[in-house]
């Protein structure tokens, strides 16, 4: 599915028009990204749960010289489904 699916699905159930249907879902989608970029913590009841955890830094290797490379650290956003989610 993606962000087209979502618009025409909202189409069809409720019959609002197409673009205020994409309003709603970008609006949505930047309100999400907004809150994650400053470090709050989504929760969608029987959805799941949105997490920004930061991530270590480290140490990787060029795999075409094999030289040692250092990870920065950084921020990565994880994905925990609720039970609802779980059970399909």
Do not use: C, H
């Not at 699916?5 to 205020?20: A, C, E, F, H, P």
């Not at 990787?60 to 040692?68: A, C, D, L, M």
């Amino acid at each position: 599915m993606i962000k087209v699916d979502l618009v025409n699905q909202i189409v069809n159930r409720t019959g609002v028009s197409k673009t205020k249907a994409e309003q709603a879902v970008d609006t949505i989608f930047n309100s999400m990204k907004r809150a994650l970029r400053n470090d709050d913590r989504i929760e969608l009841r029987g959805f799941g749960v949105f997490s920004v955890k930061p991530r270590k830094t480290g140490i990787g290797r060029n795999p075409r010289t094999g030289s040692e490379v250092s990870i920065p650290p950084g921020k990565a956003v994880r994905f925990k489904p609720g039970k609802d989610l779980q059970s399909l």
